[in-house]
């Protein structure tokens, strides 16, 4: 699968050394193709969740003014950082409704803090924002130049496709474009300069840069604290084989899945995969004790959610059945554990303890039941956890674990949710 030269796909290929000068070669073509029309940057935002999909910007005159960072990623704050800054100052202003038309189409010009103008193009859930330097052009030259810009935008949609399905997996508060802008200079550009050999001080902001560490000169693989959420939905092959009209069947999965992912992102975590009629997802921990206990509490908060938004969808597809189907619903386990991230073209994955036993615990779950590690129980047993975020009276039982010895099975607590 060709991804292209992109950063959203280079985010993807798992390595820890970056090029010299990383930036996007598609763009670079589409972009640099008129010598009169000098674009000083351009951006791709979703419309739908604001999401930044791409940054280009013109490397051509290099600025040697700004912050004395050195490195590779100073180059980036030097070149880049200001104008970052003037984008966030229009978009926080912005509005996104006109996005939702089709065709793309020309929106207007907005004037930056830096006294730039820039050309706002908006259509299929997208908008294209465009930096000049020059403030006043005819009206002639207007013209060219906004049928060029349309012609430009027509195509990047094009290349930004690879990243507006990336964006599906990852938490919807990331890359935001109506953040502050220095915050989002970090955040896109942190993970584009990475490298911890030559440029230790550069921010870890991914999870798989976090699961990186040096010894000896050479990076290693790193085991970094995880919760994972594995979902399955009970009894579904038997749902399959009761539907009236078997298509609909890969509709009722299809909704399930749709919406396990959105709860997912929305609570801060990462969509791992599908798993034919179930998900599997992890939330990052960060180091500080406090923090875990929120990304507890986040993780709790999806998993009751999820469990009660499949139940629904569940009850609302037994009108399809030739039978009612009892037990057909969403289980779910969870484990706080380790594992190491890895990004590929393949998506985004984590492989550890955290994710093997949040899957054994889920198939030890009944339809309508969560069940979780004792990490998480000792969180809900803190008085940090109210009734309105998730059930306390979880009880212990035993879950299968093969490897184990029946004279000592581990346990796991379960809980209905209703």
């Not at 949609?157 to 953040?179: H, K, M, T």
Request: glycine letters at 8%; a negative charge; hydrophobic letters at 40%.
């Amino acid at each position: 699968m060709d991804l292209g030269d992109g950063w959203f796909c280079f985010e993807r290929l798992g390595s820890v050394r970056r090029p010299a000068e990383f930036q996007s070669a598609e763009l670079d073509n589409l972009f640099l193709d008129s010598a009169h029309v000098n674009i000083r940057a351009a951006w791709c935002i979703s419309c739908v969740d604001r999401r930044l999909i791409f940054f280009w910007g013109d490397r051509r005159q290099r600025s040697s003014s700004g912050p004395a960072s050195e490195g590779r990623f100073g180059y980036y704050e030097r070149r880049f950082k200001e104008a970052f800054r003037s984008f966030s100052s229009v978009m926080l202003a912005e509005r996104f409704e006109s996005g939702e038309s089709t065709p793309l189409k020309y929106v207007g010009a907005r004037s930056t803090s830096r006294s730039c103008v820039a050309e706002i193009f908006a259509g299929r859930g997208l908008l294209f924002f465009y930096m000049f330097e020059d403030k006043e052009i005819s009206e002639e030259d207007a013209i060219d130049r906004r049928s060029f810009l349309l012609r430009c935008s027509e195509q990047s949609r094009q290349i930004c496709r690879a990243a507006q399905l990336f964006f599906r997996n990852i938490p919807v508060d990331v890359l935001r474009a109506d953040v502050d802008g220095d915050r989002l200079f970090e955040e896109y550009f942190g993970p584009s300069a990475f490298d911890p050999i030559d440029e230790p001080a550069v921010p870890f902001i991914w999870p798989w840069q976090k699961c990186v560490e040096v010894r000896q000169g050479a990076c290693h693989p790193l085991e970094i604290d995880t919760v994972s959420l594995v979902m399955d939905v009970r009894n579904s092959t038997s749902a399959m084989l009761l539907t009236v009209d078997p298509p609909k069947f890969a509709m009722f999965i299809d909704e399930v899945v749709e919406a396990a992912q959105r709860i997912i992102t929305s609570h801060g975590g990462y969509f791992d995969k599908e798993t034919g009629d179930g998900v599997v997802g992890h939330f990052c921990v960060p180091q500080s004790d406090n923090q875990s206990s929120e990304t507890v509490l986040k993780v709790l908060e999806a998993a009751k959610m999820m469990s009660l938004k499949t139940t629904q969808i569940c009850d609302a597809y037994q009108d399809n059945l030739s039978f009612s189907l009892r037990g057909l619903g969403c289980a779910i386990g969870l484990f706080a554990g380790k594992a190491v991230w890895l990004v590929s073209w393949k998506g985004i994955r984590a492989i550890g303890s955290s994710v093997v036993n949040a899957s054994r615990i889920c198939c030890n779950a009944a339809a309508g039941e969560v069940g979780y590690c004792n990490v998480i129980s000792r969180v809900l047993k803190s008085g940090e956890v109210g009734l309105d975020v998730f059930p306390l009276d979880g009880a212990k039982r035993p879950i299968d674990v093969s490897e184990v010895r029946k004279a000592a099975l581990p346990e796991a607590s379960f809980v209905k949710i209703v």
